[in-house]
């Protein structure tokens, strides 16, 4: 499977933005998608994930409350809405699936996208 993430770009503290993250081909419904995020100068950081199904989530304690997390799987989309931005959330995301919902198991990692928060 490929994966393309997009919807990145420029927000405001305090503004939004929402990020797609979209598949060319069909993955295993056992599968997790997640999104993950790196900042400049620091590692990639797990962010927030889902089933196949959408009825199970996981968040990074620092987005919790702010960013939610979605999918439409008759577009083999995943989505992350992400709220009341801080220019800590600055970073480049990406997208990726994996066998289980720990990080060290997702790979097909796609082309990130760059969010930019500015105070």
């Known amino acids: 499977v490929q994966l393309q993430a997009s919807g990145g770009g420029l927000a405001q503290a305090g503004g939004s933005l929402r990020l797609s993250c979209e598949a060319s081909?069909?993955?295993?419904?056992?599968?997790?998608t997640g999104w993950f995020r790196q900042a400049q100068l620091k590692g990639r950081e797990f962010v927030a994930a889902?089933?196949?199904?959408?009825?199970?989530?996981a968040y990074a304690d620092p987005v919790k409350g702010r960013f939610t997390i979605s999918r439409d799987n008759a577009k083999n989309t995943v989505f992350l809405q992400m709220n009341n931005l801080k220019p800590d959330d600055t970073a480049v995301y990406y997208c990726?699936?994996?066998?289980?919902?720990?990080?060290?198991?997702?790979?097909?990692w796609g082309q990130g996208t760059l969010v930019t928060v500015s105070s």
């Open positions: 990726a699936v994996g066998s289980s919902w720990r990080p060290q198991d997702f790979g097909s």
């Open positions: 081909g069909r993955t295993p419904r056992t599968y997790i």
């Open positions: 889902i089933n196949w199904s959408g009825g199970s989530t």
